[in-house]
Structure formats: C-alpha cells, structure tokens
C-alpha cells in the first residue's frame, strides 16, 4: 500500500460525506466507508501483511482517514438535522394573526357560563376561586359546619351515602358547597375572601331539582367584616348578575346551622299570567323570589375550622348555579340542563369566545 492510495481514499470518501443529501445517504456512505465490509476496514485487515516501521506508519495513515472520514460524517449529520428541523419549523409554523375559524361549532353549556359570570362578578369585589373534593367526608359536609351526627339538619339534605372504607363516618357525595368554607379555613389564614362554585349532589329529582346540581359559596372572615357588609355584597351581587339596576333584594330571618344569624335572600319578580319574570314589580307579597342562604358564620364553625372566634368573623353565603341559569336565561326545566341534547345546547348555549366580564358586559 502507498500513501498516494490512501489520501485518493480519503478524497473520495469526504467527497461522497459531502454529496450525502439525506441521513440515509449519509449512512450508506458510513456503511461502505467504516462498516465490516467498509473501504477502511479492509485496509485495517491488510496491514497484516506489512512488518516493523512500515506497518506502523500505514496504521498511523489510516487512523488519520478514518478520524477525518468519521469527523466529516459527524458534522454533515449536524447540518442534515439542522435542515430537518428548519423544514419542520417551516411546516409547523401557525400564523397567530389569523382570525378565528368561522366555523367554531361548540357552545358552552349555561352552567359553564353562569359560573364564569359569577366569577367575573366576585372577582371584581375581590373574591378569588377555591375548590373542594365532589367526594366529601362526614366532618366537612356536617360536623364541621355545626351539624352534629343527630341534627334534624341532616335528614333535610337527602344525602347519597358511599360505602365507608374502614370504621369510620360513610363518606358522602357533598350535599352543598359549604364544607369548602371548612376546608379554607383550615388551609389558610384570615383575611379570607373565596367562592366555590362546583357540584353537590342530593337525592332528589322533578323539574327544579336534580340529583346532580351546581352551587356557589362566599366565604369572607377577618376583623371587621359585619352584616352590613353582607348585605351589600349580595344586593351588588344580585342587582350585576341580573342587570336590573333597580332590583328589590329583601333579607329574611331564617336558619342555617353553620350561620348565626341567619337570612334567605329573596329578589323582586312578577307571576303575573303565570309567567315568572324578575324585576321590580312592586313589594306585592307575591312578588318575592328565593334565591340563595346567607348568615355570619357560626363561632363553632370558626372554631371547627381553626379560626379564633373572638378575634375573627365573617359571612357566607350559598345558592345553586343551575336555578340563577334557569332565571336568568328563562330555561322552564332544570332536568334538560343534563339531557346532553345538542339541539337544546345549540339554542341555550354560549358562544366560547364571549368571555364574560365587568368591563365588556356579562
Ligand atoms: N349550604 C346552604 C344550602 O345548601 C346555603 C348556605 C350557604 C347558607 C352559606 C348559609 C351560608 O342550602
């Protein structure tokens, strides 16, 4: 072997390194260059042949081609996959400036928006979002809330009961939104200021009532907070959600065990003709509808949640989703809500891209 032969090899191998257009080009040229049978590795086997300086030199020579053919390979590789990722790049690219697709077919569900539409409303007033489990344990969805194990309170929520995994208390689908008071409370330190809108469940089924339904909780604790601040909180609430700047609100005495004192809330509406409208109609004794719970909390549900009843106190309050929807939108059956009809969603629903909020109008 002489040294012309193998700088003619490494030419022509860098050459065809060069001219590789694809990985897999580039491979076959590994293959025939370095592989078993490769123009390299055949040279190896012949240096058996040589003896003494001779051999050394050669081996050196070619140590020296397959470092560059190797090296070569390594860099056309890099540039191979640059351009790769440059086409893909290219292909993938989305142009955020286009308008949305005319064709945008779903609606969201009246649920989803009347939770958005509180949320933008609460949130406004400095409210921010919390969440507890749908699964609930017997001390947040009673005890805890001043509804000990023998409380007549307990058969009015017609409660689905889980099987109970070892000796304690069944676990219970939540019967309302009250037991995230519990769970805040026990998570964080006053001032506190939440809603919780989410699922609760009762046994009960008829055209207003579901064994599935949708609640949302207020939750405010602190130093000062007094029942003043209640009332306006929920006249501003009412008067916003249903855009009826006039719209009588009248707090009535009532009683909840986790609130002291308690009030029902009930907004101005007419029944004239059998049709139920809201609004200001008068303070007819007919005129009045029920619409949510209200109180300052308990000191025993202070305590039970780890607050200092001397020092803190608050309200709360709490009314079902699903019936402010049906009010507001005029929905006559609350079953449908749940019915999966996409006709009734076509003609109750939202369009997404509405997002509600204070400043753009609900
Ligand atoms: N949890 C009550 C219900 O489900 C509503 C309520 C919440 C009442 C908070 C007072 C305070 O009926």
């Avoid at 058996?48 to 300086?53: K, P």
């Avoid at 308008?99 to 007033?125: D, K, W």
């Avoid at 026990?186 to 579901?210: L, N």
Wanted: hydrophobic residues 40%; glycine residues 8%.
């Amino acid at each position: 072997m002489t040294a012309p032969d193998i700088s003619e090899l490494q030419e022509s191998l860098l050459a065809e390194v060069a001219s590789a257009d694809s990985l897999d080009a580039l491979e076959a040229v590994r293959v025939s260059a370095l592989g078993k049978k490769g123009a390299i590795t055949a040279q190896m086997k012949g240096l058996g042949a040589l003896d003494g300086e001779a051999r050394k030199e050669a081996g050196q020579a070619l140590n020296r081609v397959k470092d560059a053919v190797q090296a070569a390979i390594g860099a056309r590789q890099a540039a191979l996959d640059a351009v790769a990722l440059e086409a893909r790049l290219a292909h993938e690219t989305v142009d955020v400036t286009l308008p949305p697709r005319p064709r945008l077919e779903g609606h969201l569900h009246p649920v989803s928006q009347v939770t958005e539409e509180c949320i933008a409303i609460f949130g406004e007033m400095g409210f921010t979002v919390a969440e507890g489990p749908d699964i609930e344990d017997d001390f947040h969805n009673f005890t805890a809330l001043n509804i000990p194990p023998e409380h007549p309170a307990r058969q009015m929520h017609d409660t689905f009961y889980l099987n109970p995994p070892d000796d304690r208390p069944a676990p219970v689908l939540r019967t309302h939104t009250s037991p995230v008071q519990i769970r805040t409370m026990e998570t964080s330190k006053p001032p506190i200021r939440i809603i919780a809108p989410g699922r609760t469940y009762r046994s009960d089924s008829d055209a207003t009532h579901t064994p599935m339904f949708h609640q949302i909780e207020a939750l405010v604790v602190d130093e000062t907070t007094h029942m003043g601040h209640l009332k306006g909180c929920i006249i501003d609430f009412c008067r916003a959600f249903f855009d009826i700047p006039d719209l009588p609100v009248r707090f009535r005495p009532s009683h909840f065990p986790f609130t002291e004192p308690s009030m029902e809330v009930d907004i101005g509406c007419s029944r004239e003709g059998g049709e139920l409208r809201i609004g200001n109609f008068g303070e007819g004794a007919d005129n009045w509808l029920e619409i949510m719970g209200s109180g300052m909390v308990h000191p025993k549900v202070l305590e039970y949640g780890g607050i200092d009843p001397t020092k803190y106190q608050g309200f709360a309050f709490g009314m079902g989703i699903d019936r402010i929807a049906m009010l507001k939108y005029g929905i006559p059956d609350l079953r449908t809500f749940f019915d999966a009809d996409i006709r009734w969603l076509r003609h109750y629903g939202f369009v997404p891209l509405a997002v509600p909020s204070m400043v753009r109008g609900l």
